[in-house]
């Protein structure tokens, strides 16, 4: 049956709309699709910077305290008979081989000597350093240096020992590529200079401010508002049974006549002694502020002021 003209004319017409609507489609999907480009180049995603260093940080301390743990089994692992029921031949199994194979594949034929008795009494096990060594395959290698003190006996007195632990993490699964080895301290470091050059007298009123302050931080329950700025966080922590300045030095002089909201940066050293009647001395590096003609305390600084390094070592 011949198709009409009026049909014909439908599907000619029909096929017109679809090509041009597939056409539009196609051109807004291409638009899309660069806008979705652009976007990627120009603004791209921000990482979650929180997320992957809360991921480290686990990862630090899960193999740290792998290799603290190894380092103390290592040192105190023993030859010595555990009870353990032997083979038929009546020779016991060194228990404390097979504590170290949690930590270390070490195979029956592989020479391992240990002492008869512990290497040393192990304390204050300590994860000094965790450093990335690279990667093999999946397995992230770390070089983990951990502190121990160590005593002949109980009663000796204590030496501090590093070791390092080359440990690698699978799919979060711990394990020592290698034994521990022996290696030295993180050294002395360097001393550092006080910038607090000018000394304070006693007969000054910052000398007075900071010598209340001291008193009733460290030995009273209330009453440091007459002390400190107000608003400040600071509140008394008490607990000694006296607390004096024995020596104060500023960064700057003390001007005669300061301009309202001056600072002063003031380093007192502090006697005091606690309910036990034995003494200490510490440092409270303080910001005094002049508040309406009076000197007040604003904070304890979290850091002295410092100047240039003294060129000495500590130790």
Request: one cysteine or more; proline letters at 8%.
């Amino acid at each position: 049956m011949a198709m009409s003209k009026t049909w014909a004319g439908r599907l000619r017409r029909a096929r017109r709309h679809g090509s041009r609507a597939a056409t539009v489609v196609l051109v807004a999907l291409a638009l899309l699709g660069g806008a979705a480009a652009v976007k990627v180049f120009l603004v791209p995603d921000r990482p979650d910077v929180e997320a992957i260093a809360s991921q480290v940080d686990d990862r630090r301390d899960q193999v740290g305290a792998f290799a603290a743990d190894f380092v103390v089994a290592w040192l105190t692992a023993t030859t010595a008979c555990h009870q353990d029921p032997g083979p038929a031949d009546g020779t016991c199994r060194d228990a404390d081989r097979d504590v170290l194979r949690r930590y270390l594949t070490v195979p029956d034929d592989t020479p391992l000597t240990l002492p008869v008795t512990p290497a040393a009494v192990v304390t204050s096990p300590q994860v000094v350093s965790v450093v990335d060594a690279g990667s093999v395959a999946d397995a992230q290698l770390y070089a983990v240096v951990v502190a121990v003190d160590e005593r002949p006996y109980p009663s000796a007195a204590a030496t501090r020992a590093y070791y390092r632990v080359p440990t690698s993490l699978w799919h979060y699964q711990t394990r020592a590529v290698a034994l521990p080895t022996r290696v030295n301290g993180p050294g002395p470091g360097v001393d550092l200079g006080l910038n607090y050059r000018q000394a304070l007298s006693s007969a000054s009123p910052v000398y007075a401010v900071v010598r209340g302050f001291v008193n009733t931080y460290l030995t009273a329950t209330t009453g440091l508002d007459r002390y400190v700025i107000a608003g400040t966080a600071l509140t008394p922590v008490g607990g000694y049974r006296s607390a004096v300045v024995s020596s104060a030095a500023t960064t700057d002089p003390i001007p005669d006549h300061p301009a309202p909201g001056a600072e002063i940066q003031v380093l007192a050293t502090v006697l005091a002694q606690t309910t036990q009647f034995a003494t200490v001395t510490m440092t409270y590096p303080l910001t005094v502020t002049n508040s309406g003609g009076t000197w007040m305390v604003a904070a304890i600084d979290s850091m002295p002021r410092t100047g240039d390094p003294t060129g000495r070592t500590g130790g």
